[in-house]
C-alpha cells in the first residue's frame, strides 16, 4: 500500500506507555464503536499503550473516518456487528473474554435522531442493555465504561455546569435515549451489586460483580470527526474546498474539549475501577478547563485564523432548523477533579488548534496524490497531548 507523507513529529517521544500506571498493558479490552470518531482513537490509544484491542461495531459511520484513514483494521481484532445483536456479542464474549470493557457504540448526531428515532433508540438503549446482558453472561469482565453524552441532563438553560446528581432528561430523541442509557446502565449495576452482597451474606461467596459507570463529556472536538451536522467538521471540509461555511446558531454555548481529554478521563477511571472497584461505580462527568462560556463563532473565527492562506471563513446567517437544539449546555467535573485527581489538559484554544493541525496534516496528504495513513499523526496527537499532561503534572500522565 502506498502511504501518504510521514508525519511531522512534534512530540518530545517521552514514553507513552507509563501512562495510567501501565495497568492497560496486556489486557484484553473491547471497545464497542470503535470505528467512529472517539471510538478509533481510544483504540489506537489503547494500541499504543499494549492492550489486545478487539473492536465490535458497524462499518465506520462516514466515508472517509478515521478508523479506515489509520488502517485499524491491520493492528487490531475488527469484528463487524449491531450491538443489538444479542447472540453475536455472546459469541464475542465467550471467544475473547476480554477484561475491560468501554461501550461507545451510538447513533450520536441529535438531528440525525429526528431523522429516525427509532433507530436511535433502538442503538442507544437496546444496545447497551445488550452488551451489559453478553457481560453479565460471559463472567470475568472487571469493569464497564458506558459513555453517554452531556446532553442526558434535562434541559434547564442554566449557565452553570450540571453536576451528575442533576435531573436526566431529553428534549430530542438523541437526548432522551442517551438519558434512557443511564438509567439501563443504573439499574445493571444496582442489581448485581445487591445481588452479590446478599450472596456473601448467606455465604455463597460469588464472584464479584462487574464494576460499572457512566461518564458523560461535553462537546468534543479533534481530528478524523467526519460526521455531518459538527460545526469543526463542516468548517474544515469549508476550509479544503475552499469555500465559506454557514454558520448555525453561532450563539450557542457547549463544552468545547478535545476529544482525548474525556478519553483520558474514561482510561484513569477504568484505572479507579480495577483497583477499587467497589468504589468508582457511579456516573462521571469530563468537561473543558473553561469555567467562562464559549459560543460557536470563537470556535469557528479562530479555526478560521489557523487555517490562514485558503479560508474563506463563514456567514453569519444561522439556519433555519425545525428540531430543537439547546442553546446553553455546560457540565461541572469537580466529582472526577476530587475523587479521580483529573483534569483537562488543553484550553479550548489548544483543542482547536490540534483540530486544525490534524486536517492541515490530512489535507497535505491528499494534495500529495497518495493513500492517507494518518495513524502516525494520531500518534503524534497523542503523545503531544501526554507531554502536556505531564508538563502540568497530571495524574494519570505520570
Known amino acids: 500500500m502506498v502511504s501518504g507523507p510521514p508525519p511531522t513529529v512534534r512530540a518530545e517521544g517521552r514514553n507513552m506507555k507509563r501512562c495510567f500506571r501501565e495497568r492497560f498493558r496486556g489486557k484484553k479490552i473491547l471497545v464497542t464503536g470503535h470505528t467512529g470518531f472517539k471510538g ?13 484491542v478487539i473492536g465490535y461495531s458497524l462499518e465506520p459511520p462516514t466515508n472517509p473516518s478515521n478508523f479506515d484513514l489509520c488502517h485499524l483494521q491491520n493492528r487490531m481484532t475488527h469484528i463487524v456487528g449491531d450491538v443489538c445483536d444479542q447472540q453475536k456479542l455472546d459469541a464475542v464474549f465467550a471467544q475473547y473474554k ?23 433508540f433502538r442503538t442507544n438503549v437496546m444496545g447497551t442493555a445488550c452488551v451489559l446482558d453478553a457481560i453479565r453472561k460471559a463472567g470475568g469482565v472487571n469493569a464497564f465504561v458506558g459513555v453517554t453524552s452531556d446532553k442526558v441532563y434535562k434541559d434547564q438553560g442554566w449557565y452553570w455546569g450540571y453536576r451528575e446528581s442533576d435531573t436526566l432528561g431529553g428534549y430530542d430523541p438523541y437526548s432522551a435515549s442517551k438519558a434512557a442509557a443511564e438509567t439501563v446502565i443504573a ?74 481529554e474525556p478519553i483520558s478521563g474514561y482510561l484513569w477511571l477504568a484505572v479507579h475501577m480495577l483497583d477499587h472497584p467497589e468504589q468508582y461505580n457511579d456516573a462521571w462527568n469530563f468537561g473543558p478547563a473553561e469555567r467562562e462560556p464559549v459560543v460557536c463563532e470563537a470556535l469557528v473565527k479562530l479555526a478560521a485564523e489557523l487555517w490562514g492562506e485558503g479560508c474563506r471563513g463563514y456567514t453569519k446567517q444561522p439556519v433555519k432548523v425545525a428540531a430543537h437544539e439547546t442553546k446553553i449546555l455546560r457540565v461541572n467535573w469537580d466529582q472526577a477533579a476530587y475523587r479521580l485527581n483529573w483534569m483537562p489538559a488543553y484550553s479550548w484554544q489548544e483543542a482547536v488548534e490540534e483540530t486544525v493541525l490534524w486536517w492541515q496534516a490530512y489535507h497535505a496528504q491528499l494534495q500529495s496524490g497518495q493513500v492517507p495513513d494518518m495513524y502516525g499523526v494520531c500518534v503524534d496527537h ?3 497531548f501526554v507531554d502536556k499532561a505531564r508538563d502540568k503534572d497530571i495524574s494519570w500522565a505520570s
Not at 237 to 248: D, H, I, K, S
Open 40 to 52: 478509533s482513537w481510544l483504540s489506537i490509544w489503547l494500541t499504543e499503550l499494549g492492550a489486545e
Open 98 to 120: 476480554p477484561e475491560i470493557v468501554f461501550h461507545l457504540a451510538a447513533q450520536p448526531i441529535v438531528l440525525a435522531s429526528y431523522q429516525d428515532p427509532h433507530e436511535t
Open 187 to 260: 439499574s445493571y449495576r444496582q442489581s448485581w451489586n445487591q445481588q452479590w452482597q446478599e450472596d456473601q451474606a448467606v455465604k455463597r461467596f460469588s464472584v464479584a460483580p462487574t464494576a460499572i459507570a457512566s461518564v458523560r463529556a461535553g462537546n468534543v472536538i479533534g481530528g478524523g470527526d467526519f460526521a455531518d451536522f459538527r460545526i469543526l467538521p463542516d468548517f474544515m471540509r469549508a476550509c479544503m474546498a475552499g469555500e465559506p461555511m454557514q454558520l448555525r446558531n453561532p450563539n450557542s454555548i457547549r463544552p468545547w474539549q478535545h476529544a482525548l
Open 382 to 384: 497523542i503523545q503531544v
